[in-house]
């Protein structure tokens, strides 16, 4: 190994490009193997040769995508894009080595920060700042040059935008990403260059929290919703829009059957969850 290169993964498994030179491929086969990825290089070994592909070269690492039935042969998989090249990985512990090849392609990353950029819904005056990023095992953690450290869980993130906007004076594509602290729903804007960005868009939406947000509601119970979403302490609920202890228990229960809340501790404790603050989310967007 080089200088600095040192090993995180080394798994028995196999692999398949699926994709050439941008071309599909038809008629593949799953070649048996080994995967060896280090922080700088990944290879793939097998009885047909070695393979070595640069870490930095990765644009695209996703996992569980829909694969035709000529190489649905495993239950686990990570599908990685380098060039206009597609591979299929299926190591024998595919998330722990999904996780490792997203810590070999993103540590120590530096990307463009606004954080919060909007909480409870409402936009904060937030300046654009330099933030390192570090893999952990379930979260984006962001070192921020303020001195402020964000934790992103991943199972907490309700939806991932791409869009255009003027960072620092230079249009940019920047990640929105929904999720909470303390409760209370946060917006964090991510801008890196187009490869990390799209890495970094890949892992958050991995937490598979990403849910329909179409739900009929009554308008009582967008009020509630609303209240929470913007930061309401459940217990202040009913003083806060008017209505009935017992009213608003039932609201509740209500949105917890259909998965937008979840009860924390007490009878009247609740949080929501990240399909409910993306109905809110939808619900600020429409007035």
């Known amino acids: 190994m080089s200088e600095g290169e040192h090993t995180l993964a080394d798994?028995?498994?196999?692999?398949?490009?699926?994709?050439?030179?941008?071309?599909?491929?038809?008629?593949?086969?799953?070649?048996?193997?080994?995967?060896?990825?280090?922080?700088?290089?990944?290879?793939?070994?097998?009885?047909e040769g070695k393979r070595t592909i640069s870490v930095a070269d990765i644009r695209s690492i996703r996992t569980r995508q829909n694969v035709n039935e000529a190489i649905a042969q495993v239950s686990g998989y990570i599908s990685i894009q380098h060039g206009r090249d597609v591979l299929l990985l299926s190591p024998a512990d595919e998330d722990q080595?999904?996780?490792?090849?997203?810590?070999?392609?993103?540590?120590?990353?530096?990307?463009?920060?606004?954080?919060?950029a909007v909480k409870g819904g409402v936009v904060q005056d937030t300046d654009w700042e330099k933030a390192r990023v570090k893999v952990g095992e379930d979260a984006v953690e962001l070192a921020i040059s303020s001195g402020q450290f964000v934790e992103i869980a991943l199972d907490d993130v309700g939806t991932v935008a791409e869009t255009e906007r003027t960072v620092m004076g230079d249009e940019r594509t920047v990640l929105e990403a929904e999720h909470a602290i303390d409760g209370t729903s946060i917006k964090t804007?991510?801008?890196?260059?187009?490869?990390?960005?799209?890495?970094?868009?890949?892992?958050?939406?991995?937490?598979?929290?990403?849910?329909?947000?179409?739900?009929?509601?009554?308008?009582?119970?967008?009020?509630?919703?609303?209240?929470?979403?913007?930061?309401?302490?459940?217990?202040e609920i009913p003083d806060f829009v008017g209505m009935d202890v017992d009213e608003v228990e039932a609201i509740f229960d209500g949105l917890a059957e259909?998965?937008?809340?979840?009860?924390?501790?007490?009878?009247?404790?609740?949080?929501?969850?990240?399909?409910?603050?993306?109905?809110?989310?939808d619900v600020i967007g429409d007035r």
């Open 11 to 47: 798994a028995k498994g196999r692999f398949v490009q699926v994709v050439k030179d941008g071309r599909k491929l038809n008629d593949v086969e799953w070649i048996p193997g080994r995967l060896v990825l280090s922080n700088k290089r990944l290879v793939l070994a097998s009885n």
């Open 97 to 116: 080595f999904a996780t490792e090849l997203f810590r070999a392609r993103l540590d120590q990353q530096v990307v463009l920060a606004k954080h919060p």
């Open 189 to 235: 804007y991510l801008s890196g260059s187009s490869g990390d960005s799209a890495v970094l868009a890949s892992l958050l939406r991995s937490g598979d929290q990403h849910v329909e947000s179409d739900i009929d509601l009554s308008d009582d119970e967008r009020e509630v919703l609303m209240a929470l979403y913007s930061g309401v302490s459940p217990f």
């Open 258 to 281: 259909r998965d937008v809340v979840e009860r924390v501790r007490t009878r009247r404790e609740v949080g929501l969850k990240p399909r409910g603050r993306s109905i809110a989310g």
